[in-house]
Structure formats: C-alpha cells, structure tokens
Nanobody, 122 residues
Framework: QVYLEQSGGGRVQAGDSLRLTCVAF????????MGWFRQVPGGDRELLAT????????????SVKGRFTISRDISRDATENTIFLQMDSLKLEDTAVYYC???????????WGQGVKVTVSP
C-alpha cells in the first residue's frame, strides 16, 4: 500500500509564495507519474500539474502555468520519492485544499495524500 504524506499548506497573502511537499515512502514510485490537484468546497478536484516518473515531463494546467512549478526528487536509497509544488504569485482564487496524487498501475490517479489547506488572503 502506497502512502502519500503531504505538508506545507497554510495562510498567505496575495502575491506571496508557498511550497507544498508530498512524500511517497515506496521504492517503486519512480515508475509512476505523480501530480498536484486542488479542490474547493462543492467543486470538482482540479488537475494542476503532473510529472513523469523520472521527472522529465512536467505538465501544467493553464490556470497555474507560469506561476506554479512541479518538481521531483528521489532519495539516494530510493525509499523516499518526493514531489514539490512551488506556488508563486498566489491569488485569492488559489484558495483550496491541495492534494498530491499518484498513478499506480492505472490510467487515472488512484492514490491520494491527505490534503493540505491553502488560504490566500488580500
């Protein structure tokens, strides 16, 4: 069972930056794509950014392109596979619960972190 542990949410002001972290404690995670999503109350989970298993192919939704950056790091012993979401120039509309996800032997994202809340205030 893969477990994704998130950290880094919080309250910031518009224009500030914030970095989210998601760690997967699983040696085989480098085989799988991972990504970041967000969800507002009553809304669908929105795809923000994804990255391939080797970290070479990032993808961004138009809503965050140019402001958010996804990256990936693998520990030397390959037991920790971490993705980051660097969020710059945050806007009020970026307020949401942010989730990391992994695509484990599936065409859809099927493993999720616990979610962290990001609140952007004026």
């Amino acid at each position: 069972q893969v477990y994704l542990e998130q950290s880094g949410g919080g309250r910031v002001q518009a224009g500030d930056s914030l970095r989210l972290t998601c760690v997967a404690f699983q040696r085989t995670m480098s085989r799988y794509s991972m990504g970041w999503f967000r969800q507002v109350p009553g809304g669908d989970r929105e795809l923000l950014a994804t990255i391939s298993g080797d970290g070479s192919r990032p993808y961004y939704a138009d809503s965050v392109k140019g402001r958010f950056t996804i990256s990936r790091d693998i520990s030397r012993d390959a037991t920790e596979n971490t993705i980051f979401l660097q969020m710059d120039s945050l806007k009020l509309e970026d307020t949401a619960v942010y989730y990391c996800g992994a695509q484990i032997n599936s065409v859809t994202y099927n493993v999720w972190g616990q979610g962290v809340k990001v609140t952007v205030s004026p």
